[in-house]
């Protein structure tokens, strides 16, 4: 509610909230709460391909084509979201988080299924971290 009413003047700092677990819950609850995920139904299915894919020039061009899919402003939250995701991966010695335990946690708040079949969704789990995981790790590449 902060951010609607005070957009980036909104205090997230160490002394408003000493738990970053709270401003983390609040990203992930903004993002799950947006009407078309951050990686749109549109795009889902090209990035659920694009992870069963084995060949990795094949799957990083596949995950290229799938990111043109977005609207810019879906690619431009991702891409910022990535590199950011990236940086808290890169120091999994003091936060315990890796870029498996990210995707892990964001993949279902970043895309969900089109359609509300229940066996879809269960079974795209994985390939979700998939996405995800790819995407931190080669956010340098791929935005």
């Known amino acids: 509610m902060a951010f609607d009413k005070d957009g980036e003047k909104t205090d997230i700092s160490v002394n408003a909230y000493e738990d970053i677990n709270i401003i983390t819950g609040a990203l992930k609850l903004y993002l799950r709460d947006l009407p078309d995920p951050i990686i749109s139904y549109d795009a889902y299915p090209r990035f659920i391909e694009a992870a069963k894919l084995t060949d990795p020039e094949k799957k990083l061009e596949a995950f290229r084509e799938a990111i043109a899919l977005l609207p810019p402003s879906h690619s431009d939250t991702l891409k910022y979201l990535m590199a950011h995701l990236k940086r808290v991966a890169q120091n999994e010695q003091f936060n315990l988080m890796n870029a498996e335990n ?4 964001f993949g279902p708040t ?12 269960l079974n795209d789990i994985r390939y979700q971290r ?3 995981e790819l995407l931190i790790k080669k956010e340098d590449v791929l935005f």
């Open 110 to 121: 970043l895309m969900r299924v089109p359609n509300l079949d229940a066996m879809t969704a």
């Open 130 to 132: 998939q996405v995800v």
């Open 102 to 105: 990210l995707a892990i946690i």
